[in-house]
């Protein structure tokens, strides 16, 4: 299917266009499978090399030349779009889960390190921004159609949109571009911090007014940047435009300390990795300091009010669908006032690869964002082989499991040598068993929770009470964990439970340098969370406490039921909208990739000895190094913490772990690792399909070998070929009179069929009038395979505004969970 690109092509007609026909049918002729194909496992290549291209077209034609065989890196440019389409080699995977912004430096008015102003500290001026920018320009011009204009936190490919839609629309049209408003707004507020304009100029102690903005410049952030800048310059400000690459640009906006003022603007952007089914989370990490542990988060003040409700969706502390909706627009709303990042657009972006080479691609976040892709990628029927991936950097920041490089380009591959408990879907967002078998759930009756797969059980109770042998707190001086029933002697109850049972074989698997997989790798996991956000623990970094609190304030207990097999039971007053997404694993992934207790107990003993940093924030605070487990200084550090493990056999956190290590199986430990070190260079053990064969920080190179013992088939997979997105098609009168009747028809299909019942969540609706405001929303009714019905009674249309009227219709899908659009415009006459 080809379809050229022009500035009027609508970001739905896009998403539309984007997807491939190439669903396997059941017409569809499989080929037989042979004894190799079915006794390989992990991985089907046995080799990815990763490495830097920083432009896409170069990138294309080495694609072409089968000089690589994916570009994970996105592209939004047409005319790169249109080159892809015409060459017969190459096809491409979409993402919808990105997003630009603009991110603010918060601290001040006045920077503690140069004494210069900054505006941006005050809400104000930050919420004025939102009117000074023209999205739609942004959208049309710098993207050339290839994005939508965004305003709000919440991604409008996902459920929430579509749930707060009425709202999201109103929040819309009042921060629409008006840029005699956001002039007006930024002189007031200018004049209370007591600047002044002198020819044209604004000056505050009788010097210009400086605004640093730091321009990314690898895609269309560096257009951004330049319009914003000449905006600013329009209404009397000077800027300094600072132009650097991802990896430059972190120091400045992501490691320095805000007060510094090496910035004031950021040219951001952001890839969500997976479909969010539930948003509630996103007002914590992208507004209050419990999202990252990074200097610029920890400079967010948000307002009370803001900072409650942000807290409350986080923790989910809601009884009821009608609560959240509640909680959720306020949140909306404060987030526009507060605008510590303002939304920009969301950019329809496409990944290419050549066309014989098969990957699987989350909707949300493309080649790079997914999780399965190192399960899936193949070279045609090839088994075997090397895969070149190429990618706009690499290496940005330090690789450690806790808190290392958060980059996309670093995370792909890090993820490549993972494994978890419970691995996302990548069209749904729904989790699937991967290490555990099965899944229990229970939650507090009336809670908003709902069931689709039969992997997991789900059952509702009035009482929920937590075990007295839980292990709710940890005691950092004792290394102990505390017990629900020494904590709270006269018993604890909770909303959420939930039992996870791993797999028989899951002491069989094995991380990297054949070491066994042990539950003390799990504990460890359980045990850090409380130590490193504990003042008495010699890992204490006060960058964990922000997001440690309202864990805190929700974990009930968690309770090893069996060692073998392993069954784990977790109590919470929090939980998700689906049940599949409640599991608590434990699983030893963590949020930056994998660790076992030996690898990261090395780097435990260097943050003790304040060597190293597992965090940036500490590792500036305490002036050392942020622990790094595949190149630079830390190697030589990590080395002697090594052979300091191995001459004591330590064993961290002994007084717990102790009981599940013995001193045989740390010699073994310890050995292994010394072994994997001396042979590979680096210390990064995971336990994924691929290992990390080695890295190669000059030339960002990163060289990856399929693991032979890894566990699972390698075409346990494969149905993930193409996403059914549904085609939408509304048709109905076109002009109607108020007090009459009216009728409209939705077709859904799928490559022209229609669209089974049983797959269609729901269908629903806005009416907008000649004012466009929303008079009439409902759902429509499902009369058919693939046909919707909404009817207007007489009652209904009484009192219309007269003039052109529009309906506006959202169908969710329980095979893709993107809400696809459709709209019909009208006439109301006399």
Request: proline letters at 5%.
């Amino acid at each position: 299917m080809k379809r050229l690109l022009n500035k009027k092509t609508t970001f739905t007609e896009l998403c539309r266009c984007f997807v491939l026909p190439v669903l396997l049918t059941s017409f569809t002729l499989l080929p037989a499978i042979s004894a190799e194909q079915q006794q390989r496992r992990g991985a089907w290549v046995d080799e990815v090399v990763a490495e830097v291209e920083e432009s896409a077209s170069t990138a294309l034609r080495r694609l072409a030349t089968e000089d690589l065989h994916v570009y994970a890196s996105d592209i939004t440019d047409p005319d790169l779009y249109e080159q892809i389409q015409d060459n017969e080699d190459l096809h491409y995977e979409q993402q919808v889960g990105q997003s630009c912004e603009l991110a603010f430096n918060p601290s001040g008015p006045v920077f503690e390190g140069t004494g210069e102003l900054n505006p941006f500290a005050l809400p104000s001026m930050r919420e004025a921004m939102n009117w000074l920018v023209n999205r739609k320009h942004i959208a049309e011009e710098i993207y050339n159609g290839m994005a939508q204009p965004r305003w709000l936190t919440i991604s409008s490919a996902f459920p929430d949109y579509a749930r707060m839609v009425k709202k999201a629309r109103m929040l819309e049209q009042y921060y629409s571009h008006d840029p005699q408003k956001a002039e007006s707004v930024i002189t007031e507020e200018m004049k209370k911090l007591g600047a002044e304009k002198v020819n044209d100029l604004w000056h505050y102690e009788n010097e210009p007014v400086e605004i640093r903005l730091l321009i990314r410049t690898e895609d269309q952030r560096r257009e951004i940047g330049d319009y914003v800048a000449t905006l600013l310059e329009n209404i009397g400000f000077e800027v300094m435009r600072d132009y650097r690459s991802a990896s430059d640009a972190s120091p400045v906006w992501s490691s320095a300390n805000p007060a510094d003022g090496r910035f004031h603007i950021y040219t951001g952007a952001w890839i969500s990795t997976v479909i969010q089914r539930d948003q509630a989370g996103n007002f914590n990490f992208y507004y209050t300091p419990r999202g990252l542990g990074s200097p610029l988060w920890q400079a967010y003040e948000p307002s009370e009010e803001f900072d409650g409700i942000s807290d409350r969706l986080g923790r989910r502390d809601f009884g009821s669908m009608q609560e959240r909706k509640e909680l959720f627009e306020r949140a909306l709303e404060l987030s526009l006032q507060d605008s510590v990042r303002i939304w920009l657009v969301e950019p329809l972006s496409i990944s290419p690869r050549r066309k014989e080479v098969s990957i699987a691609a989350d909707l949300s976040g493309g080649i790079s964002g997914a999780y399965l892709w190192p399960y899936s990628l193949r070279i045609g029927q090839e088994i075997g082989g090397r895969a070149r991936i190429g990618m706009a950097d690499l290496l940005a920041e330090p690789w450690n499991p806790l808190d290392g490089s958060n980059w996309i380009f670093d995370m792909m591959f890090t993820r490549s040598t993972s494994d978890y408990g419970t691995i996302v879907d990548p069209y749904t967002g729904l989790y699937w068993p991967q290490r555990i078998e099965k899944g229990e759930v229970v939650v507090q009756e009336g809670l908003p929770v709902q069931k689709t797969h039969d992997w997991v059980s789900l059952d509702f109770s009035e009482e929920i009470q937590v075990p007295e042998d839980a292990w709710i707190d940890w005691d950092a001086e004792k290394q102990k964990f505390i017990t629900a029933g020494e904590k709270h002697p006269d018993g604890l109850t909770a909303r959420r439970k939930s039992v996870a049972y791993y797999s028989d074989n899951i002491f069989d698997t094995q991380w990297h340098d054949g070491s066994r997989f042990s539950v003390a790798d799990v504990i460890l996991a359980m045990i850090l969370v409380f130590d490193r956000a504990d003042e008495e623990s010699a890992l204490f970094d006060e960058s964990q406490v922000p997001s440690f609190i309202p864990f805190q304030r929700n974990f009930r207990g968690v309770r090893i039921k069996s060692e073998s097999p392993l069954i784990i039971e977790t109590y919470s007053e929090s939980y998700s909208l689906d049940a599949e997404n409640n599991v608590s694993t434990w699983y030893p992934n963590y949020a930056h990739g994998p660790g076992a207790w030996h690898t990261l107990g090395i780097g435990i003993l260097a943050e003790k000895a304040e060597e190293l940093a597992f965090s940036n924030h500490k590792s500036d605070r305490l002036e050392i190094e942020w622990l790094n487990m595949v190149s630079g200084p830390s190697m030589e550090i990590l080395e002697k913490k090594l052979q300091e493990a191995a001459d004591k056999s330590y064993i961290p956190f002994k007084n717990t772990l102790g009981e599940f290590i013995d001193s045989e199986q740390a010699a073994e430990r310890w050995k292994n690792l010394q072994q994997w070190y001396e042979n590979k260079g680096h210390f990064w053990v995971g336990v994924g399909p691929f290992y990390l064969e080695r890295v190669y920080p000059v030339e960002k190179n990163v060289h990856l070998k399929r693991f032979e013992n890894y566990p699972d088939p390698a075409d346990k997979w494969e149905r993930y070929e193409e996403p059914l997105i549904p085609d939408v098609d509304i048709t109905g009168p076109k002009s109607l009179r108020p007090g009459t009747e009216a009728e409209f028809t939705v077709d859904i299909t799928y490559q022209g069929r229609p669209y089974q019942r049983e797959h269609i969540n729901e269908i629903s609706f806005l009416w907008y009038d000649s004012g466009d405001n929303v008079v009439l929303k409902g759902n429509a009714d499902l009369v058919q395979e693939g046909k919707g019905k909404i009817k207007f009674s007489q009652e209904d249309t009484e009192g219309l505004s007269f003039g052109p009227n529009s309906l506006e219709i959202a169908v969710v899908s329980n095979l893709v969970s993107l809400p696809v659009f459709d709209s019909i415009e009208f006439v109301v006459r006399p």
